[in-house]
């Protein structure tokens, strides 16, 4: 009797310590699935500031340059105002000149 019974201890030592070796590998499984996604994580946390860097460059080059467009803009239409104000008087001069005459 004594004999079956340390049989039996032995067998749930041994399935006992097959249990935490199960339990120890999966551990080490999931733990290499939590490090895969850690850098995963990392990587792709990086890879989006790096594309936010690039689009808001990008965006502020185009705003600048829309920026100096207006401005050329604006400078073509206060020379054209100008030019047709400064007709527009060279006109009415010589009008007033032939009524004068």
């Known amino acids: ?7 039996m201890m032995q067998a749930l030592k041994d399935r006992d310590e097959e ?17 895969r996604a ?6 792709m946390a990086s890879r989006y500031e790096e594309e936010k860097r690039r689009v808001d460059e990008a965006i502020r080059q185009v705003q600048e340059e829309a920026r100096r467009e207006m401005e050329r803009a604006e400078a ?4 054209q ?5 400064r007709r527009m008087e060279a006109s009415i001069s010589a009008e007033r000149q ?3 005459q």
């Open 1 to 7: 009797m004594k004999a079956l019974q340390e049989e």
């Open 38 to 43: 850690r850098m995963d994580f990392e990587s």
């Open 81 to 85: 105002i100008g030019d047709l104000n």
């Open 76 to 79: 073509a239409h206060r020379e």
């Open 19 to 35: 249990t935490r070796q199960e339990l120890e590998e999966e551990t080490h499984r999931l733990q290499a699935q939590i490090d």
């Open 98 to 100: 032939a009524m004068q």
